[in-house]
């Protein structure tokens, strides 16, 4: 099972910071099966990257993807009040599917 | 656009058999580039992948729980559901039902979520 171990486990940032989010993962993950969620407080998660930098319907361009192998980063360029939340990582480059276990971005 | 609804108990008894169904709506489950699947989160805790199946009837278990999960499919009714056995206060979470994209498994709708409780 590919473990991924997301860091900081709290990021404390103010809007209109950059944030910048960590994963790695246990194993070499192919690209394509590199994706980034964001989950608001009482809602489901919401699908934000996918094959590690690609955005996904409707995100916004502030968000962006990048990384390989190992190793995988989420940036933020500007953060708006709607994107104080927690995010997650996924890959399903070799079975079993696993999540990052979140980084919670909260504001300063 | 397409929906996602989960359906079933919101309390289960020790022991007793988890079953909750996902009906889909604004699009068909029978399309050969997508999976469906649950994923579920305990209160105040990550996200875990419990399995995913393909309106083929082809299935994917996490092996954490195979054991004790079904995932089957309805294309008549536009639905798929899950079965988990023997639960314990441990299956206290809520439960997701989503879309998994074919080429690359990131879950790109999801179900608003249901809480599922395990207690006597």
């Known amino acids: 099972e590919i473990v991924l171990t997301q860091s900081p486990g709290t990021l404390s940032l103010s809007p209109g910071e950059r944030a910048t989010l960590s994963c790695r993962a246990s194993q070499s993950v192919s690209s394509s099966y590199l994706a980034w969620y964001q989950q608001a407080p009482g809602q489901a998660p919401r699908l934000l990257i996918y094959g590690a930098s690609s955005r996904a319907t409707g995100i916004p361009d502030r968000f962006s993807g990048s990384g390989s192998g190992t190793d995988f980063t989420l940036t933020i360029s500007r953060l708006e009040p709607e994107d104080f939340a927690v995010y997650y990582c996924?890959?399903?480059?070799?079975?079993?599917?696993?999540f990052g276990q979140g980084t919670k971005v909260e504001i300063k | 656009q397409l929906q996602l609804q989960e359906s079933g108990p919101g309390l289960v008894k020790p022991s007793e058999t988890l079953s909750l169904t996902c009906t889909v709506s604004g699009g068909s489950i029978s399309t050969s580039n997508y999976y469906w699947g649950w994923i579920r989160q305990p209160p105040g805790k990550g996200l875990e992948w419990i399995g995913s199946?393909?309106?083929?009837?082809?299935?994917y278990y996490n092996p954490s729980l195979k054991s004790r999960v079904t995932i089957s499919v309805d294309t008549s009714k536009n639905q798929f559901s899950l079965r988990l056995s023997s639960v314990t206060a441990a299956d206290t979470a809520v439960y997701y039902c989503?879309?998994?994209?074919?080429?690359?498994?990131?879950?790109?709708?999801w179900g608003q979520g249901t809480l599922v409780t395990v207690s006597s």
């Open positions: 199946i393909h309106y083929s009837g082809s299935t």
């Open positions: 989503a879309r998994l994209e074919g080429s690359g498994w990131s879950l790109d709708y």
């Open positions: 996924q890959q399903y480059g070799s079975s079993p599917l696993t």
